[in-house]
């Protein structure tokens, strides 16, 4: 079985402080995503990475960025977070090609004072 | 840009009946598919079931069956008798069958329907 895991299941972090959300996935998948999940308004794509080094913003990246520096591991950094930020966020990774099935983590539910 | 609608934030349904969740799409691709993705209170998101655009026949898994309408770009998703477990966020999600690596990959989702199970 596919497994992605997540670093934490729940965080809480100051306005200001840098954070570092870590995926990992033990399926050799390319591709690597971070959504964050809110009420009302579903799933939003943040970034995307397809390779070691490789990434694309997605939806919405203002106040985010990624690290990929091995295949497994996909990282999310806030710069400086803010109250706003305070979200459930999910990883997940997929096979090379679009008919693939993205697996999912089991989320990290972060909230930011 | 594709958008995806689910017009139902709550559903009822009691046990061993049948419910069906709406969704419909917004796209000018001809080939794409489209995803089922259950989330049980636990938060782990699962793949219940896909379609591919191209295909013409409606996909089922066990219990779980869609109806397609690509005329229609709708996508809905029937649960026949149901079960405690099936209780769950329902997402219904777009992805486009055209690759070039990038953002095309993503999967755009709706907003979700949150599915109640009765005794």
């Known amino acids: 079985d596919v497994k992605v895991t997540q670093s934490s299941r729940y965080l809480v972090k100051r306005t200001g402080e840098k954070v570092f959300l870590e995926c990992v996935q033990d399926m050799d998948h390319e591709n690597m995503f971070w959504y964050r999940q809110d009420p009302g308004l579903g799933l939003r794509l943040i970034y995307f990475?397809?390779?070691?080094?490789?990434?694309e913003k997605g939806d919405i990246p203002e106040g985010y960025s990624v690290s990929r520096e091995k295949k497994e591991r996909f990282s999310l950094i806030l710069e400086s977070a803010s109250t706003n930020q305070t979200s459930m966020y999910l990883c997940a990774s997929s096979g090379s090609g679009n008919r693939y099935e993205q697996y999912f983590g089991p989320g990290t539910r972060l909230t930011v004072t | 840009a594709q958008t995806v609608t689910q017009s139902q934030p709550e559903m009822s349904v009691q046990e061993a009946e049948t419910v069906t969740l709406s969704c419909t799409y917004d796209t000018s691709e001809s080939d794409y598919y489209l995803f089922w993705y259950k989330q049980p209170p636990s938060r782990q998101m699962i793949l219940v079931i896909r379609?591919?655009?191209?295909?013409?026949q409606n996909a089922t898994e066990n219990r779980f069956s869609v109806n397609f309408q690509k005329a229609a770009k709708s996508f809905s998703l029937k649960i026949s008798d149901s079960q405690l477990g099936d209780a769950a966020m329902y997402f219904c999600?777009?992805?486009?069958?055209?690759?070039?690596?990038?953002?095309?990959?993503?999967?755009?989702f709706g907003t979700g329907t949150r599915l109640q199970v009765t005794l």
């Open positions: 999600a777009y992805r486009s069958a055209l690759y070039v690596g990038g953002t095309a990959s993503k999967l755009t």
């Open positions: 990475s397809y390779d070691v080094k490789m990434k």
């Open positions: 379609q591919e655009a191209y295909k013409q």
